[in-house]
């Protein structure tokens, strides 16, 4: 008896070892089928990160190919609008090369021009003197006078006379010294007569019987009187003639600068005397200014450097 309880109690037991060990098993079979599935989860992860990856990729790929596409369309618009001005240059140098050569044919047809009218008024003038007639020499001016009007570029300063010699030539070319209607005054300055200056003596004399002239036209009476200083601290010769004639308005001030303005229609003239005296003053690096007279009358101010 005992030993068959035995046995049944060794039976039993073996029993409950095996299914120990069975237990044991489907454990660990369960765990590696757990760790399979998080393994399997893991790759399937990493699939659709990859996935993920790819779509991003492919996305900044077609948006790499749109920009690329935009770009090649930004390319081709500037090529063509280089093209474009390329030709719009080209067009404008050409017109450019045009016109200089136009120009320079002007320069040489106004060379030619200045050369003939300066023949035709040294003519006049030569005539003048030995004929004696005086209307030659105011049509030489005149002639003159119509070429200085628009003439901007400067003159050559090529002669060196005392500085009085200009006021003494204006007073022979105007006659205000033998006009019987009025009182000419001359003050020449101590210094004056023996200062020399670099100028173009016709032209400065030219400039100044302009304002002579305008002096004599428009006073009936009284005094015209001509000063000529210098002033070495600026290396000026001034130039400053003064009249009690008619005047001129404030408002008129800088208007009888300006070319074919004639305030007065009742005398003679083209309206381009004191147009021509300022151009020649400033041609000649100098200027020349207007103010009323004291008393009266005009003060025009001749200025030339020495």
């Known amino acids: 008896m005992t030993i068959t309880i035995l046995v049944v109690i060794a039976i039993i037991a073996g029993l409950v070892v095996a ?10 079979q369960s765990d590696d089928q757990q760790q399979l599935l998080a393994d399997y989860q893991q790759r399937v992860d990493e699939q659709q990160k990859l996935l993920d990856d790819y779509r991003a990729l492919e996305k900044n790929f077609d948006s790499v190919g749109e920009g690329y596409e935009q770009a090649l369309l930004a390319f081709d618009k500037m090529e063509e609008e280089r093209n474009q ?14 016109l200089q050569e136009e120009n320079t044919h002007l320069k040489q047809a106004a060379q030619k021009k200045s050369e003939a009218l300066a023949k035709t008024i040294a003519s006049l003038k030569q005539l003048s003197q030995e004929t004696g007639i005086a209307k030659l020499a105011a049509l030489a001016g005149g002639i003159s006078d119509l070429d200085d009007v628009e003439d ?8 060196n006379i005392m500085v009085a010699q200009i006021a003494n030539s204006a ?10 209607y009025l009182k000419f005054d001359l003050q020449v300055a101590d210094d004056a007569s023996y200062t020399m200056l670099s100028t173009n003596e016709a032209k400065a004399s030219r400039a100044l019987t302009h304002l002579l002239d305008n002096a004599l036209k ?3 009476e009284g005094t015209v009187t001509l000063k000529v200083a210098v002033d070495m601290d600026k290396m000026q010769a001034i130039y400053t003639v003064e009249d009690t004639g008619t005047g001129i308005a404030p408002e008129d001030a800088e208007r009888i600068f300006e070319p074919y303005v004639r305030l007065n229609q009742f005398f003679d003239g083209q309206g381009i005397g004191l147009t021509v005296a300022r151009q020649i003053a400033r041609r000649l690096q100098g200027d020349l200014t207007y103010e009323p007279a004291e008393g009266g009358g005009s003060r025009f101010t001749l200025i030339l450097p020495i």
């Open 19 to 28: 299914l120990y060990f069975q237990i044991k098993a489907a454990h660990k």
């Open 85 to 98: 001005m390329k030709g719009a240059n080209e067009a404008l140098e050409s017109r450019c090369n045009a």
């Open 152 to 159: 901007q570029e400067p003159i050559s300063r090529t002669d």
């Open 171 to 180: 007073i022979k070319a105007s006659g205000i010294e033998s006009v019987t």
């Open 218 to 220: 428009f006073t009936t």
